[in-house]
């Protein structure tokens, strides 16, 4: 599950299912899961500081990166704001795509749904087909902004819905309860106090093993 640690940073793969913080239902948490690592790994007494500076969705998984000093959250936070974190994904998509292009949309997001609209938020992602299995598309997406169900809703806007979710038209589910195939594979940023490029990379979930080939792994 830990993917790198140092004084300011921690990051993670993020497994399926699991919330990127706590909510009213009182299910584990990313932040929550740190903070006692951290705690028990440090003998830590009191309070364990953990900044939250992006969320996954509870039924993706993948790559997160949390900071360990107000500095780093502080940092980290502005150069997501201003998309200096490279971020690219991988999904299976339903139906055949070929090619690769670029999707440029307006988001709303209203209760548990993003829905493509005039006077939206801005939202683009540059995608590549990378290869077909059945009536599945592996795609790679380079994220550009980062909108709440950003990818979700873009690629089921155009026939393309996630496999596995079932919020936004999917047809097909896949093996985690409630999961859905979208997976972030790569952050790249500059670290937020050494002056160094990290990479954090994850590996997708063991249920997309029947799409994998050499070219897929990332």
Not at 25 to 54: R, W
Not at 196 to 213: D, K, Y
Request: overall charge positive; glycine content about 8%; hydrophobic content about 35%.
């Amino acid at each position: 599950m830990w993917l790198y640690e140092d004084n300011h940073l921690l990051a993670l793969s993020k497994p399926v299912g699991l919330l990127s913080q706590s909510d009213s239902t009182g299910k584990p948490d990313v932040v929550s899961l740190a903070k006692e690592y951290i705690k028990e790994k440090y003998n830590k007494p009191g309070n364990v500081f953990i900044g939250l500076v992006h969320r996954l969705d509870r039924p993706s998984s993948g790559a997160m990166i949390l900071a360990r000093t107000s500095k780093a959250a502080r940092r980290l936070s502005q150069a997501f704001r201003h998309r200096q974190i490279t971020k690219k994904y991988m999904a299976v998509v339903e139906g055949n795509l070929s090619g690769s292009g670029m999707m440029e949309d307006y988001l709303v997001k209203e209760a548990d749904r993003a829905h493509i609209r005039q006077g939206g938020k801005y939202a683009s992602l540059k995608w590549e087909s990378v290869k077909s299995v059945g009536n599945f598309t592996v795609v790679e997406i380079k994220l550009i902004t980062g909108r709440a169900h950003q990818i979700r809703c873009q690629f089921s806007h155009r026939g393309y819905p996630i496999m596995g979710d079932i919020r936004y038209g999917a047809r097909h589910t896949v093996c985690e309860s409630e999961g859905i195939a979208l997976h972030c594979a790569h952050l790249g940023f500059q670290h937020p106090v050494q002056n160094r490029e990290i990479a954090i990379e994850a590996v997708t979930p063991e249920s997309w093993n029947q799409f994998q080939n050499d070219q897929f792994t990332m």
